[in-house]
């Protein structure tokens, strides 16, 4: 694996096209950074630097690999502000918005160990399924389901979130058997009017479903509870209704076809001149675990 240091390395000589002054950027002896350049196009295989007594420039090949180091050298520069930020205590406030039935279901958790860990970052939640102007309202970070579009923001995949089938046993006992999945054309279904086909597979043969509606609604919330009442079929997120499937207020149906999942993603403006608190934020996100959305567990 080529060392992160000598992509760094390669940049600076670059960007200012002389091992000299590459070396006045990073402390280094202008032979040092020569040898570690050498070593690098060594390890690829590849030159990378046309070299002069007067002047470095790059190859083609030196000119692809160059937007890999500046990438390298951006991420190794905000991580050690990110730790070296970490070692103070961040102040200020931050600005969120997630869906409904994420707030209800799992920022409480996710949020108390943020403030617990940074006790002056106080947070400001807004629950909605709109899809806020993150520019306009002035929110630091989004959490977003499905596909994003329409922003020039920076994204960064949170997990995938397991979907599961539902009914109640009350409403299973008064209808017919679901067995496969053109069965449910025949019952009661619960959508979530962002989800309005449902999309099963098994033996790799996608069955795309756009089942009769029963009831429609922006909020998980409300069909997960509709679904306990008996009202219909719902396709819920796993980390929702498995503590009602784990007390049997809810079944688990057609468990042996995969359901697509969805995917959390975590939306924010930039990188530049980030507050110590936003810093701090994207640390914890980095570090958690979001199993429990891939796996409802």
Known sequence: MDS????ILLAEVAETGSFTMAGMRVGMPKSTISQRIAQLEDRLGLRLLNRSTRHVSLTSSGQIYLEYCRRVRTEVFAAHIAMTNLKRQP???????????TASYFMPAFL???TQRFPRIAVELIATNRHLDIIRERIDFAFRVGAVTGQDLITRKVSSIKRVLVASPSYLEATEPIKRPIDLLHHRCLLHDAQLEWEFSSDETPIVLRPPAASTS??????????????????LPAYVCQPSIAVHRLVELLPDWEI???EMTLLF???????MAQTAFRAWVNAFDFSTFATGK
Do not use: R
Not at 4 to 7: I, T
Not at 218 to 235: E, N, R, T, W
Not at 269 to 275: E, M
């Open 112 to 114: 108390h160990g943020f």
């Open 269 to 275: 403006p930039n990188l530049k001149n980030q507050s």
């Open 4 to 7: 992160v240091d000598d992509m």
């Open 91 to 101: 102040v200020g406030t931050l600005k969120i918005t997630c869906p409904e039935v």
């Open 218 to 235: 922006d909020s998980m919330g409300f069909l997960l509870q509709s679904s306990i009442a008996g009202a219909g079929v719902a396709l």
């Open 260 to 262: 697509a999942p969805y």
